[in-house]
Structures are given as structure tokens and as C-alpha cells.
């Protein structure tokens, strides 16, 4: 079976940090380019971050460029979200993604509807 599985959410106070992880199990990462979402309440689920193939070339959105960094350890098969300089807007429900293909994403992040693997989803609240 096919899994991806978030951990590392938590509440956090404003200027915080917190580092997210997503695992992959029954699969190799080193095939797949993986993607962060989030989803805050009343919102679409939106694209925060994506990381490709190989692990050598990234994708932020401009609401997380200098404060979010993405990275994947394909010997772990997992893949991180270092989350620094938290806001109140950043509070949302956060989800990994994967996406068999071999590709950069240095121009854009694979579409949201791409993607064909989603982890279940962890909370991450910051809040004073």
C-alpha cells in the first residue's frame, strides 16, 4: 500500500518554528516529486512548496519564499518543510503529496489535480 504520512504540526506562537515531515512508505521517493499543501478553514487547499525527483530544485510560494524550506532525504524516504517566522495566516492544515514523474520545478510546481498520492494531513495552528 501506497502511503504518505505528515507528522511534526503543533501550535506554535507568532515568530515560531516547526519542521514537518512526510514519509513515504510502500514507495520510493526518489521517483516521485513531492509537494506541500495546506488548507486553512473556509479556504481552497493551496500549493506551498514542491521538491523534484531528485531533490535538486525547488518550488515556494510567495507568501512562504524566505521563511519555508523544503528538502528531501531520499535515503529516508522522507521529505521536510522547515517552517521559520511563523504568522497567524499560516495556521492551516497541512498535506504532502506525491507525484510520479521525473521533472525539475524550478519554473512551477506539478497542478494540485497532478498529484496521485496525499497524506492524511497534519495540523499546524500559530496562534498568541
Known amino acids: 500500500q501506497l502511503q504518505l504520512v505528515e507528522s511534526g504540526g503543533g501550535l506554535v506562537q507568532p515568530g515560531g518554528s516547526l519542521r514537518l515531515s512526510c514519509a513515504a512508505s510502500?514507495?520510493?521517493?526518489?521517483?516521485?516529486?513531492i509537494a506541500w499543501f495546506r488548507q486553512a478553514p473556509g479556504k481552497e487547499r493551496e500549493g506551498v512548496s514542491c521538491?523534484?525527483?531528485?531533490?535538486?530544485?525547488?518550488n515556494y510560494a510567495d507568501s512562504v519564499k524566505g521563511r519555508f524550506t523544503i528538502s528531501k532525504d531520499n535515503a529516508k524516504n522522507t521529505v521536510y518543510l522547515q517552517m521559520n517566522s511563523l504568522n497567524v495566516e499560516d495556521t492551516a492544515v497541512y498535506y504532502c503529496?506525491?507525484?510520479?514523474?521525473?521533472?525539475?520545478?524550478?519554473?512551477?510546481?506539478?497542478?494540485?489535480?497532478?498529484?496521485?498520492?496525499w497524506g492524511q494531513g497534519t495540523q499546524v495552528t500559530v496562534t498568541s
Open positions: 503529496a506525491g507525484l510520479r514523474r521525473t521533472m525539475t520545478v524550478q519554473a512551477m510546481c506539478p497542478r494540485r489535480y497532478e498529484y496521485d498520492i
Open positions: 510502500g514507495f520510493n521517493l526518489e521517483s516521485y516529486v
Open positions: 521538491v523534484s525527483t531528485s531533490g535538486r530544485s525547488t
